[in-house]
């Protein structure tokens, strides 16, 4: 009896044993591996949402590498608001006079809204100088730039009272691809520094030339 009594113990035992490693086995495998698996999941999806933001964010900024939004824009600005063309499908649909001017004032000032506000003063430039200028703000332009009134005839020079035009400005900017050769620069203009009354809206298209040299190709105001 007594050897009976202990085979049971020692069976109770192993049995007791084995039922409590497979609970913890079972208890393992359904908790630790499965919490791996999702937190894994979640991860990937986390990367793959940063890279796509990532690429549309490098995209928008892409155009304004490529082109000097604010170097068109102040273009734009000298154009439509302080000579007045506020719109051309090409370079050559630009008056004589406000062609000439434009070249005129860009020969002694690189923004015409940091020329004078006050004062008088007298420039000259020569037709090979209006010609050069014209040359790198608009390409290729078949005018005949010694029609313009600010041209002396007898002197075979342009002459000029030079405009005040200085001026404070204000504005937001941004190209946009629209072929291999074109960008569109749209920029907003406001008349406060807080950009709060919109002064007007202009979009001008940009040329690239094969030798990576932009220019001025035609504009558009509202």
Do not use: H
């Amino acid at each position: 009896r007594k050897e009976k009594k202990e085979k049971m113990k020692k069976i109770i035992s192993l049995a007791l044993v084995l039922a409590l490693f497979l609970t913890m086995f079972t208890a393992c495998s359904n908790a630790d591996p499965n919490v791996k698996q999702t937190t894994e999941s979640q991860s990937d999806e986390y990367k793959v949402d940063m890279e796509e933001n990532t690429s549309a964010a490098s995209s928008e900024n892409n155009d304004d590498k490529v082109v000097d939004s604010e170097y068109f824009a102040n273009r734009s600005y000298e154009l439509c608001f302080l000579l007045a063309v506020n719109s051309f499908n090409k370079p050559d649909d630009i008056s004589v006079n406000a062609l000439v001017q434009f070249a005129f004032c860009r020969i002694y000032y690189d923004n015409l809204t940091d020329m004078p506000r006050s004062g008088v003063k007298t420039r000259e430039a020569t037709d090979k100088q209006i010609q050069a200028q014209i040359q790198k703000d608009f390409g290729s332009v078949s005018v005949d730039v010694t029609k313009s009134d600010l041209y002396n005839r007898d002197k075979k020079k342009f002459e000029m009272w030079e405009p005040l035009y200085g001026s404070d400005i204000y504005f937001n900017t941004k190209s946009e691809k629209v072929s291999n050769s074109e960008y569109n620069v749209t920029s907003t203009f406001y008349n406060d520094e807080a950009k709060t009354e919109i002064k007007g809206t202009t979009v001008m298209t940009v040329g690239i030339a094969k030798d990576g040299k932009q220019y001025i190709k035609k504009l558009s105001s509202k």
